[in-house]
């Protein structure tokens, strides 16, 4: 079998292992579970982790993804009311015409990669003759908003076999008056590939309390990583082992709470005096960290994970240490950060 069955008293969780199915995106189980609710017009809610149509677009020759000018982001395929197609930054909004061809090696040869909540809609519309209901956060962000969304779907409801509910991150919060017969986690890795000390925390939060929160008996997770300890937990129900692995990872790592950790931010719209910037004031810190003797003390310069945003280029200076605080109270004193436009961000809870 590709899956394995949690069985707690009131729901069953079925965990699909992806790296044995033929379809990367839906699993047999899927497919066989789909076809009989619908049959029994029961309610379905899916959860995928990209909004709009395709993730990306990439070049089959020599595997370049288009990015934002403005940020360094991949751009995303968007299908407008009208049906008219965009590309879209998801940070600062600005739209782009469908590549034609590779602006790095002029291939015409572009790929449309990856999945998101207007494909799944067209996929389970083309393949079982589903009409689908995505759920956004700009479509339930207000009270108005959000009483409209309840009645369109109570009208949708009412006329045809219930339509599938699309959801991204919203779907851990039950709605009103909407309990489903099966759920069901297309990407049950959504945060693990976040390089962050908290992902896996993230990660088993996002899943356990959707488990927790739906009155629904079934689920089904599917995933590459089945033996990921945060997913295994979340299936099991089992905070107390999730968090004895994960404290273990975090005292081996030096990482909150076990260490108290400072992030200091710069960007600018220059690179190179960006760099500059970073270099001479990670100097000044390791100038300091020598002069207190705290060898145990660990400075490091590193990217977010979204290096450009409007323009600006952003670098990280990270401290981690038993006692940064008192580090960094001298830190303050003599090298007036706030004056040279660093940003400092105490006890982070993201490095991205």
């Known amino acids: 079998m590709n899956f394995e069955c949690f069985d707690h008293w009131d729901k069953k969780i079925f965990l699909v292992d992806m790296k044995r199915e033929l379809n990367k995106n839906f699993s047999e189980l899927f497919d066989k579970w789909i076809t009989k609710y619908l049959s029994q017009k029961k309610k ?20 370049a993804i288009p990015q934002c000018d403005r940020c360094s982001v ?20 600005k739209q782009y015409n469908y590549p034609k061809v590779c602006e790095r090696c002029w291939n015409e040869e572009i790929i449309e990669f990856g999945i998101g909540t207007q494909k799944l809609a ?21 009270k108005n908003k959000i009483e409209k969304f309840e009645n369109k779907l109570n009208e949708l409801s ?26 069901i986690f297309l990407d049950a890795d959504i945060w693990l590939n976040v390089p962050d000390y908290n992902a896996n925390e993230k990660n088993f939060y996002f899943l356990y309390e959707a488990f927790v929160k739906h009155p629904c008996k079934n689920f089904i997770v599917q995933t590459l990583n089945p033996d990921q300890y945060s997913i295994r937990c979340a299936c099991r129900l089992n905070k107390d082992e999730f968090f004895s692995i994960e404290n273990e990872f975090r005292q081996s790592n030096n990482y909150p709470p076990f260490w108290e950790m400072c992030l200091i931010l710069y960007k600018d719209e220059i690179e190179e005096k960006l760099y500059n910037k970073v270099d001479q004031l990670h100097k000044e810190l390791l100038y ?65």
Not at 74 to 93: G, Q, T
Not at 123 to 136: D, F, M, P, R
Not at 158 to 183: E, Q, V, Y
Not at 316 to 341: A, H
């Open 74 to 93: 991949a751009i995303n395929y968007h299908i407008l009311p009208n049906w008219e197609k965009v590309w879209i930054c998801h940070i600062c909004k």
């Open 44 to 63: 379905i809610g899916i959860l995928i982790n990209k909004k709009w149509f395709n993730t990306w677009v990439i070049c089959h020759h020599c595997w």
């Open 122 to 142: 067209e996929i389970l519309k083309e393949q079982y003759w589903a009409e689908s209901l995505i759920i956004e956060s700009e479509t339930v962000n207000s």
């Open 158 to 183: 009412a006329s045809w076999t219930p339509p599938i509910c699309i959801w991204t991150s919203l779907l851990t919060t039950p709605i009103k008056n909407r309990k489903f017969d099966l759920l």
């Open 288 to 352: 300091l960290q020598e002069k207190y003797q705290l060898k145990d003390m660990e400075i490091y310069t590193t990217p977010p994970l979204i290096y450009k945003v409007f323009w600006k280029y952003r670098y990280n200076i990270i401290l981690k240490w038993k006692e940064v605080r008192n580090f960094m109270d001298v830190v303050y004193t003599k090298l007036s950060l706030n004056r040279k436009g660093f940003k400092i961000n105490w006890m982070p809870e993201t490095m991205v």
